[in-house]
């Protein structure tokens, strides 16, 4: 018997959760030629331009990714390295608009064990869209491939019934069984 949210909808619906939630919290954004701005800023010769540059970066967000990606292949070293450091808290998840809780639970992830990274998946589900959102970008961060696509069949929908592994528990049945 299938249960009536199929994986696709309920991945789907959260989302649309996360969209949603980000849409209505999101402030203007900034146009291309204040980004632009800013990220030649960052190799200014005042130490408190590029202090300001790279703040105003880090306040923009989502808008400025891109642009700070192409920064990173810069030829001046101060440039290529804030924008570095802003891209490395936007890989996990984390931006200005990300509650406070839901960073807490970001920074623990990033030095937990395998096992109590998969207990934190549930803990950022609860959070809702934000926290739905850390998600797609913690399963992009994540770096050793077996455990992505461990971290891949938590984070997907389960389908009704019970399973050893959802909601992630510490135990042996739920480490054998979800890493095969």
């Not at 980004?35 to 590029?50: N, P, S, T, V, Y």
């Not at 809780?101 to 934000?130: C, H, M, N, T």
């Not at 992009?140 to 077996?146: C, F, H, K, L, V």
Request: proline share 7%; aromatic share 8%; hydrophobic share 40%.
């Amino acid at each position: 018997m299938s249960s009536p949210w199929s994986r696709g909808s309920l991945l789907s619906g959260l989302l649309l959760a996360f969209f949603a939630t980000s849409l209505l919290a999101a402030d203007p954004p900034h146009d291309k030629k204040q980004i632009a701005e800013w990220i030649k800023d960052l190799g200014a010769r005042q130490f408190a331009r590029r202090d300001r540059a790279q703040h105003k970066l880090w306040e923009a967000g989502e808008v400025a990714e891109e642009a700070l990606r192409e920064a990173t292949r810069s030829t001046d070293v101060e440039v290529k390295r804030r924008a570095e450091e802003v891209l490395a808290r936007f890989k996990w998840g984390i931006y200005p608009s990300t509650p406070k809780k839901v960073v807490q639970l970001i920074e623990k992830y990033q030095s937990a064990e395998a096992v109590e990274k998969l207990a934190l998946v549930r803990e950022l589900f609860d959070q809702g869209g934000p926290g739905v959102g850390a998600l797609l970008k913690i399963v992009a961060a994540e770096e050793a491939e077996d455990f992505r696509r461990q971290l891949n069949q938590a984070v997907a929908p389960r389908p009704a019934g019970p399973s050893p592994c959802w909601p992630p528990r510490r135990t042996r049945q739920c480490w054998r069984s979800c890493s095969t």
